[in-house]
């Protein structure tokens, strides 16, 4: 096949999650100049060098990172050339296999892996409108719905429609504005609307927009599509928690109701009610009481609990459904 241009090659990248100082936290490696600090675990997948793509990235990731992923699972394929492509290149067309990961970390490791340039970085630093454990984010209607409503009500900036919705309807549906709720899920759809509107500077990196004339940025940058896949590992996760015990992955062996509450509301980035949350935790059986405590400062001493893992061979769909606070 003569030249680059009709070439294609598979990147993994993964979007590793962990709880740190009680944040979603993502494990993030330096990016390959100044102008990006962050990226994603990633690297080629070689198919004569690895067996499957799920090992090529387990592969990987202990390479660079040397931490070994517990709970994997592949997200999505993005196989879009035109989101960072410059004028001019010939290089492989590279199809991204995106993976979410989860693991544990003891409290006393820091944020540095120690021996590598591979540290946690709160994932909210990266999409700050998602966190809405202190309130609705004063960035949303200070900067971003009135920079949408421009842009939506622009022809010349959003030519395209998405499942046959018009560019309005997109910003009304995914921000949840003219009484649409703001869906947890949404977390793609969002920053793809950002991104589209010239807000962040990925659009800037890919050679849409010449600046987005915002200062503070709208979150930290990642290299390439690294910040669409983060997206679509958060909406991922906030879905699956619904309908499988994965918070679990997350958790110590032992740990408290509160530890188990706040940790699920990191991971929705919003308050959950603490009498109904408790009922639904024990009501679900999913977990069981280890017989020691914890005590707090100041406080009587909080029971510990472990996940019931037989829970998993009672029923399919053993999640979380948890309503607001």
Known sequence: MPGH?????????AAIVAMVDRNPAILRI??????ITDALPYGVFDPLKHRTMDAGLRELVEAQTKLRPGYVEQLYTFGDRGRHRVQGDETPHVVSVGYLALTRIHKEKKLQLAGTSAGWKNWYQFLPWEDWRSGRPLLLDEVIISALLEWANDPERNKHAVRGLDAMARVRIAFGL???????ELVLDRYE???SAGLVDEAVNDGRIKSTNLDPPLGSAMLHDHRRILATAIARLRAKLK??????????????????????????GRGVHKQNFRRQVEHAGLVELTGASQRSTGGRPAALFRFRHAVLQERPAPGLRVGRS
Do not use: C, H
């Open 178 to 184: 003219e009484g649409s709720e703001w869906d947890d």
């Open 30 to 35: 330096p990016g390959p100049d100044n102008k």
């Open 243 to 268: 309908y499988r015990p994965v918070i679990f992955e997350l958790m110590p062996e032992s740990f408290t109701l509160t530890d188990l509450q706040q940790t699920v509301e990191s991971i929705f």
């Open 5 to 13: 241009a009709k070439r294609i090659e598979i990147g993994l990248n």
């Open 193 to 195: 609307l950002v991104y």
